[in-house]
């Protein structure tokens, strides 16, 4: 009898753990993002945002680059004259933008025109409307001193010759939120998968 009751306990408990298991769903592994560390003072101390000069935008808006500061910015260096070079790079920056997908709202598209002369805010207005530059795209006038500035920051190299136009270097450069130089990329048709790559970092 004694055995029996044993049997019996040995059985009952058995069947109350099977009743109560729960099968364990498959946990989603969510990777955390990784949280990219506050600028030193030496590296703030040589961000873009420090600059004052105030630019007019296609919308014929002041603005200064502070402006851009909690977004990652892609800058680049163009004149509307130009025949060929120019809408290229502008070509590629649009491609970055597509490749961003969704994310494209979370950055910043900004083209400086060399040319202070003639592309006044109409003229780029125009140039934007002509390649299909959406609402993410400021592309920013500014006196031939800002322009010059900002050429030096950017390590832009380019002149002007005797008909108005511009020899220069073409170059992708990508700034973080706060306004530093974190990427640049030089050349026409490059592959922008290490900048796709830079600019993910910061939102």
């Known amino acids: 009898m ?11 408990l058995f069947s109350l753990s099977a009743c109560n298991t729960k099968k364990e769903e498959p946990k989603s592994i969510v990777k955390a993002k990784v949280a990219q560390p506050t600028p030193s003072e ?3 101390s040589e961000s873009l945002f420090q ?4 630019f007019q935008t296609q919308d014929n808006q002041p603005f200064i680059l ?26 590629d920056v649009q491609d970055i933008e597509k490749k961003l997908g969704a994310d494209a709202d979370k950055v910043n598209f900004v083209l400086v025109s060399f040319d202070s002369e003639r592309d006044i ?8 409307n002509k390649h299909g530059l959406d609402k993410n795209f400021t592309l920013l006038h500014g006196s031939e001193n800002t322009v010059r500035n900002m050429g ?8 002007k010759d005797e008909d108005g136009n511009f020899a220069h270097s073409n170059i992708i450069t990508v700034l973080d939120p706060y306004g530093i130089i974190r990427f640049r990329k030089e050349g026409l048709g490059q592959d922008h998968t290490q900048t796709i790559q830079e600019i993910k970092k910061y939102y």
């Open 42 to 44: 030496k590296e703030l």
């Open 2 to 12: 004694t055995t029996r009751i044993f049997l019996f306990s040995i059985v009952l």
């Open 66 to 91: 502070s402006q851009l500061k909690g977004k990652p910015t892609i800058i680049s260096m163009i004149f509307t004259h130009c025949a060929f070079v120019c809408p290229r790079l502008t070509s």
């Open 152 to 159: 030096v920051l950017l390590d832009v190299q380019f002149e």
């Open 121 to 128: 805010p109409a003229k780029l207005k125009e140039f934007a």
């Open 51 to 54: 600059i004052q000069d105030t």
